[in-house]
Protein backbone atom coordinates (compact mmCIF):
# COMPACT_ATOMS: atom_id res chain seq x y z
CA UNK A 1 0.00 0.00 0.00
CA UNK A 2 1.48 3.43 -0.85
CA UNK A 3 1.10 6.55 1.33
CA UNK A 4 1.92 10.18 0.62
CA UNK A 5 4.74 11.01 3.33
CA UNK A 6 5.60 13.99 1.39
CA UNK A 7 5.16 15.96 -1.57
CA UNK A 8 7.58 18.02 -3.69
CA UNK A 9 5.50 19.34 -6.37
CA UNK A 10 6.28 22.88 -8.13
CA UNK A 11 2.97 24.11 -9.57
CA UNK A 12 2.31 26.60 -12.44
CA UNK A 13 2.20 30.34 -10.32
CA UNK A 14 3.31 28.82 -7.19
CA UNK A 15 4.13 31.45 -4.87
CA UNK A 16 4.87 29.63 -1.46
CA UNK A 17 5.03 26.34 0.21
CA UNK A 18 4.26 25.41 4.08
CA UNK A 19 4.81 21.68 5.73
CA UNK A 20 1.71 21.28 8.71
CA UNK A 21 1.84 18.35 10.99
CA UNK A 22 -0.07 16.83 8.10
CA UNK A 23 -0.83 18.71 5.57
CA UNK A 24 1.56 19.96 2.31
CA UNK A 25 0.20 23.47 1.60
CA UNK A 26 0.97 25.06 -2.15
CA UNK A 27 0.30 28.77 -2.06
CA UNK A 28 -0.88 29.45 -5.96
CA UNK A 29 -0.50 33.15 -7.22
CA UNK A 30 -1.15 34.31 -3.86
CA UNK A 31 -4.92 34.00 -4.05
CA UNK A 32 -5.22 29.79 -3.79
CA UNK A 33 -4.62 26.91 -1.46
CA UNK A 34 -3.71 23.74 -2.92
CA UNK A 35 -3.94 21.49 0.73
CA UNK A 36 -2.83 17.96 -0.02
CA UNK A 37 -3.59 15.56 2.75
CA UNK A 38 -0.67 13.76 3.36
CA UNK A 39 -0.12 10.25 5.14
CA UNK A 40 1.55 11.79 7.94
CA UNK A 41 -0.09 11.18 11.78
CA UNK A 42 0.43 12.95 14.54
CA UNK A 43 -0.15 12.61 18.22
CA UNK A 44 1.24 14.53 21.09
CA UNK A 45 2.45 17.21 19.07
CA UNK A 46 4.69 14.54 17.44
CA UNK A 47 4.87 13.57 13.29
CA UNK A 48 4.81 9.63 13.66
CA UNK A 49 7.94 8.27 11.42
CA UNK A 50 5.59 6.17 9.16
CA UNK A 51 2.85 7.15 6.70
CA UNK A 52 -0.63 5.40 7.36
CA UNK A 53 -1.95 4.46 3.86
CA UNK A 54 -5.23 6.52 2.93
CA UNK A 55 -5.74 8.42 6.07
CA UNK A 56 -5.04 12.01 3.85
CA UNK A 57 -7.94 10.44 1.63
CA UNK A 58 -9.97 10.04 4.56
CA UNK A 59 -9.38 12.97 6.08
CA UNK A 60 -9.92 14.86 2.90
CA UNK A 61 -13.20 13.36 1.96
CA UNK A 62 -14.87 13.87 5.38
CA UNK A 63 -14.06 17.44 5.92
CA UNK A 64 -15.43 18.01 2.39
CA UNK A 65 -17.97 16.34 2.47
CA UNK A 66 -19.26 18.07 5.83
CA UNK A 67 -17.81 21.38 4.28
CA UNK A 68 -20.39 21.40 1.89
CA UNK A 69 -23.34 19.98 4.73
CA UNK A 70 -22.50 23.37 6.68
CA UNK A 71 -22.23 26.16 3.44
CA UNK A 72 -25.64 27.45 4.91
CA UNK A 73 -24.33 28.26 8.28
CA UNK A 74 -20.65 29.95 6.77
CA UNK A 75 -18.98 30.22 3.98
CA UNK A 76 -15.95 28.50 3.56
CA UNK A 77 -12.70 28.34 2.06
CA UNK A 78 -13.07 25.49 -0.80
CA UNK A 79 -12.90 25.85 -4.64
CA UNK A 80 -12.68 22.59 -5.58
CA UNK A 81 -11.81 18.75 -4.43
CA UNK A 82 -10.05 17.50 -7.42
CA UNK A 83 -8.31 14.50 -5.70
CA UNK A 84 -9.43 12.37 -3.37
CA UNK A 85 -6.57 13.83 -1.23
CA UNK A 86 -6.46 17.26 -2.51
CA UNK A 87 -8.61 20.49 -1.10
CA UNK A 88 -8.27 23.56 -3.32
CA UNK A 89 -9.30 26.83 -1.27
CA UNK A 90 -9.08 30.29 -1.04
CA UNK A 91 -6.65 31.99 0.62
CA UNK A 92 -7.85 33.38 3.68
CA UNK A 93 -5.83 35.33 6.76
CA UNK A 94 -6.20 32.58 9.88
CA UNK A 95 -7.47 33.49 13.35
CA UNK A 96 -4.45 32.75 15.21
CA UNK A 97 -7.40 31.03 17.80
CA UNK A 98 -8.58 27.69 17.59
CA UNK A 99 -12.44 27.26 18.73
CA UNK A 100 -12.39 24.05 20.47
CA UNK A 101 -16.25 23.00 21.53
CA UNK A 102 -17.01 20.53 24.35
CA UNK A 103 -20.09 18.85 24.68
CA UNK A 104 -19.22 16.09 26.99
CA UNK A 105 -15.89 16.10 29.94
CA UNK A 106 -13.33 13.72 27.70
CA UNK A 107 -10.18 13.93 26.83
CA UNK A 108 -7.83 17.20 27.73
CA UNK A 109 -10.86 18.71 29.94
CA UNK A 110 -11.16 15.30 32.12
CA UNK A 111 -7.64 15.35 32.42
CA UNK A 112 -7.91 18.76 33.24
CA UNK A 113 -10.52 17.73 36.08
CA UNK A 114 -9.78 14.74 37.55
CA UNK A 115 -6.00 17.20 38.26
CA UNK A 116 -8.63 18.80 40.35
CA UNK A 117 -8.97 21.87 37.53
CA UNK A 118 -12.56 23.00 37.88
CA UNK A 119 -12.50 25.74 35.13
CA UNK A 120 -11.10 25.66 31.37
CA UNK A 121 -10.10 28.50 29.07
CA UNK A 122 -12.60 30.70 32.14
CA UNK A 123 -15.14 27.94 31.93
CA UNK A 124 -16.67 26.71 35.08
CA UNK A 125 -17.30 23.16 35.16
CA UNK A 126 -19.81 21.65 37.75
CA UNK A 127 -18.73 19.45 40.78
CA UNK A 128 -19.35 15.86 40.91
CA UNK A 129 -18.62 15.14 37.06
CA UNK A 130 -17.26 11.90 35.79
CA UNK A 131 -15.30 11.14 33.00
CA UNK A 132 -17.69 11.26 29.18
CA UNK A 133 -20.69 12.85 31.30
CA UNK A 134 -22.66 14.98 29.02
CA UNK A 135 -22.21 18.81 29.98
CA UNK A 136 -25.34 21.25 30.89
CA UNK A 137 -24.72 22.78 27.47
CA UNK A 138 -21.44 22.97 24.97
CA UNK A 139 -18.70 24.79 26.50
CA UNK A 140 -16.07 26.77 23.81
CA UNK A 141 -11.76 26.34 25.05
CA UNK A 142 -9.93 28.57 22.64
CA UNK A 143 -6.40 27.61 21.85
CA UNK A 144 -3.94 29.51 20.88
CA UNK A 145 -2.48 28.32 16.75
CA UNK A 146 1.27 27.46 17.39
CA UNK A 147 3.62 26.94 14.46
CA UNK A 148 5.95 24.74 15.90
CA UNK A 149 5.04 22.60 19.28
CA UNK A 150 1.64 22.47 21.66
CA UNK A 151 -1.21 24.72 21.38
CA UNK A 152 -2.00 26.46 24.27
CA UNK A 153 -5.36 26.68 26.43
CA UNK A 154 -6.39 30.40 26.33
CA UNK A 155 -9.84 32.51 27.33
CA UNK A 156 -12.01 34.16 25.36
CA UNK A 157 -11.21 37.22 28.32
CA UNK A 158 -7.54 36.97 27.48
CA UNK A 159 -7.83 36.50 23.90
CA UNK A 160 -9.31 40.06 24.02
CA UNK A 161 -7.48 41.28 26.80
CA UNK A 162 -4.29 40.58 24.34
CA UNK A 163 -6.47 41.80 20.83
CA UNK A 164 -5.82 38.49 19.23
CA UNK A 165 -8.97 38.60 17.90
CA UNK A 166 -11.74 41.85 17.93
CA UNK A 167 -14.91 41.53 20.19
CA UNK A 168 -17.00 42.06 17.04
CA UNK A 169 -15.42 39.12 15.22
CA UNK A 170 -14.98 36.97 18.95
CA UNK A 171 -18.70 37.33 19.12
CA UNK A 172 -19.12 35.90 15.60
CA UNK A 173 -16.59 32.80 16.02
CA UNK A 174 -18.91 32.20 18.90
CA UNK A 175 -22.00 31.81 16.86
CA UNK A 176 -21.00 30.16 13.71
CA UNK A 177 -18.79 27.60 16.38
CA UNK A 178 -22.08 26.87 18.24
CA UNK A 179 -24.42 26.10 14.95
CA UNK A 180 -21.70 24.39 13.39
CA UNK A 181 -21.00 22.23 16.25
CA UNK A 182 -25.54 21.71 16.67
CA UNK A 183 -25.02 20.45 13.01
CA UNK A 184 -22.23 17.89 13.63
CA UNK A 185 -24.18 16.49 16.50
CA UNK A 186 -27.67 16.54 14.33
CA UNK A 187 -25.48 14.26 10.83
CA UNK A 188 -23.55 12.61 13.92
CA UNK A 189 -26.97 11.31 15.72
CA UNK A 190 -28.43 10.07 12.21
CA UNK A 191 -25.19 7.73 11.78
CA UNK A 192 -25.18 6.47 15.40
CA UNK A 193 -23.03 8.88 17.26
CA UNK A 194 -22.69 11.39 19.37
CA UNK A 195 -19.89 14.19 18.35
CA UNK A 196 -17.88 14.47 21.67
CA UNK A 197 -15.99 17.74 21.06
CA UNK A 198 -14.13 19.73 17.88
CA UNK A 199 -12.67 22.43 17.17
CA UNK A 200 -13.14 24.62 13.83
CA UNK A 201 -10.58 27.08 12.22
CA UNK A 202 -11.70 30.36 10.72
CA UNK A 203 -10.04 33.07 8.36
CA UNK A 204 -10.87 36.25 6.93
CA UNK A 205 -10.79 37.60 3.40
CA UNK A 206 -11.60 40.55 2.23
CA UNK A 207 -13.41 41.28 5.40
CA UNK A 208 -15.44 38.07 5.70
CA UNK A 209 -15.15 35.48 7.93
CA UNK A 210 -14.84 31.66 6.10
CA UNK A 211 -14.51 28.35 7.99
CA UNK A 212 -11.01 26.39 6.66
CA UNK A 213 -8.99 23.86 7.12
CA UNK A 214 -10.90 20.19 7.86
CA UNK A 215 -14.01 19.97 9.69
CA UNK A 216 -15.25 17.00 11.88
CA UNK A 217 -12.89 14.93 11.11
CA UNK A 218 -11.56 11.76 13.68
CA UNK A 219 -8.70 13.95 13.84
CA UNK A 220 -10.00 17.13 14.42
CA UNK A 221 -13.15 15.86 16.59
CA UNK A 222 -13.94 12.63 19.19
CA UNK A 223 -17.28 10.76 18.89
CA UNK A 224 -18.79 7.90 20.73
CA UNK A 225 -21.32 5.45 19.73
CA UNK A 226 -24.67 6.47 20.47
CA UNK A 227 -25.88 2.84 20.91
CA UNK A 228 -24.52 1.81 24.69
CA UNK A 229 -23.54 5.44 25.83
CA UNK A 230 -25.83 5.55 28.58
CA UNK A 231 -25.51 1.75 29.91
CA UNK A 232 -21.70 2.31 30.27
CA UNK A 233 -21.88 6.11 32.07
CA UNK A 234 -23.94 4.33 34.65
CA UNK A 235 -21.47 1.41 35.09
CA UNK A 236 -18.13 3.89 34.94
CA UNK A 237 -17.09 1.83 32.18
CA UNK A 238 -14.84 3.08 29.01
CA UNK A 239 -16.87 4.52 26.38
CA UNK A 240 -16.80 3.21 22.50
CA UNK A 241 -14.82 5.65 20.81
CA UNK A 242 -14.56 6.90 16.81
CA UNK A 243 -11.41 9.73 16.86
CA UNK A 244 -7.63 8.89 17.14
CA UNK A 245 -7.38 8.17 20.08
CA UNK A 246 -6.82 5.18 19.71
CA UNK A 247 -3.00 5.76 18.48
CA UNK A 248 -2.48 7.45 21.36
CA UNK A 249 -3.78 5.05 23.34
CA UNK A 250 -1.05 2.59 21.33
CA UNK A 251 1.27 5.64 22.30
CA UNK A 252 0.17 5.36 25.75
CA UNK A 253 0.68 2.12 26.48
CA UNK A 254 3.91 1.94 24.83
CA UNK A 255 5.58 4.53 27.03
CA UNK A 256 5.32 7.73 24.84
CA UNK A 257 2.79 10.85 25.52
CA UNK A 258 5.51 13.30 23.03
CA UNK A 259 7.68 13.85 26.69
CA UNK A 260 11.29 14.92 26.55
CA UNK A 261 13.41 11.71 25.98
CA UNK A 262 10.61 9.40 25.24
CA UNK A 263 11.13 7.28 22.59
CA UNK A 264 8.00 7.03 19.85
CA UNK A 265 7.39 3.01 19.45
CA UNK A 266 8.37 0.44 16.90
CA UNK A 267 5.85 1.11 14.33
CA UNK A 268 5.80 -2.19 12.22
CA UNK A 269 3.89 -3.37 9.28
CA UNK A 270 0.81 -4.74 11.84
CA UNK A 271 0.40 -1.42 13.57
CA UNK A 272 0.65 0.46 10.12
CA UNK A 273 -1.71 -1.79 8.68
CA UNK A 274 -3.93 -1.72 11.69
CA UNK A 275 -4.60 2.16 11.88
CA UNK A 276 -5.03 2.61 8.68
CA UNK A 277 -8.39 0.06 8.78
CA UNK A 278 -9.94 1.95 11.52
CA UNK A 279 -9.38 5.37 9.50
CA UNK A 280 -11.23 3.43 6.86
CA UNK A 281 -13.72 2.10 9.49
CA UNK A 282 -14.00 5.66 10.67
CA UNK A 283 -14.43 7.12 7.17
CA UNK A 284 -17.64 4.34 6.58
CA UNK A 285 -18.68 5.37 10.08
CA UNK A 286 -18.58 8.80 10.35
CA UNK A 287 -19.52 9.55 6.05
CA UNK A 288 -22.64 7.11 6.06
CA UNK A 289 -20.67 5.63 2.77
CA UNK A 290 -18.41 2.99 1.33
CA UNK A 291 -14.62 4.04 1.49
CA UNK A 292 -13.89 3.93 -2.54
CA UNK A 293 -10.32 3.04 -3.15
CA UNK A 294 -8.14 5.19 -5.13
CA UNK A 295 -7.21 3.57 -8.57
CA UNK A 296 -3.91 1.91 -8.41
CA UNK A 297 -0.57 3.73 -10.07
CA UNK A 298 1.80 6.32 -8.69
CA UNK A 299 -0.15 8.02 -5.93
CA UNK A 300 2.24 11.44 -6.67
CA UNK A 301 1.73 11.47 -10.38
CA UNK A 302 -2.04 11.09 -9.67
CA UNK A 303 -2.18 14.15 -7.42
CA UNK A 304 -0.01 16.09 -9.43
CA UNK A 305 -1.87 15.45 -12.54
CA UNK A 306 -5.55 15.97 -11.05
CA UNK A 307 -4.16 19.27 -9.22
CA UNK A 308 -2.76 20.45 -12.06
CA UNK A 309 -6.02 20.25 -14.48
CA UNK A 310 -7.55 21.85 -11.48
CA UNK A 311 -5.87 24.82 -11.68
CA UNK A 312 -5.71 25.22 -15.28
CA UNK A 313 -9.15 25.49 -14.93
CA UNK A 314 -9.53 28.06 -12.21
Keep these: MSAIKETHFNFNKQTGFYRGKVRDVY???????????????????VVLPRAIPFKGQVLNQIAAKFLKATADIIPNWVVTVPDPSVTIGQMCDPFKVEMVIRGYLSG?????????????????LAEGLKENDKLAKPIITPTTKAAVGHDMDISKAEILRQGIVSPEDYEQLETYAH?????????AKERGLILVDTKYEFGKK????YLIDEIHTPDSSRYFYAEGYEERQAKGEAQKQLS??????????????????????????????????????????????????????????RVERNVNNALAAL
Excluded at 39 to 44: L, Q, T
Aim: proline letters at 2%.
Design 206 to 209: DGKI
Design 27 to 45: TIDNQYLVMVASDRISAFD
Design 179 to 187: ALYQRGVEI
Design 108 to 124: HAWRTYREGGRELCGEV
Design 244 to 301: KEFVRQWLIENGFQGKEGQQVPEMTDEIVRSISERYIELYEHIAGERFEYPEEGDVLS
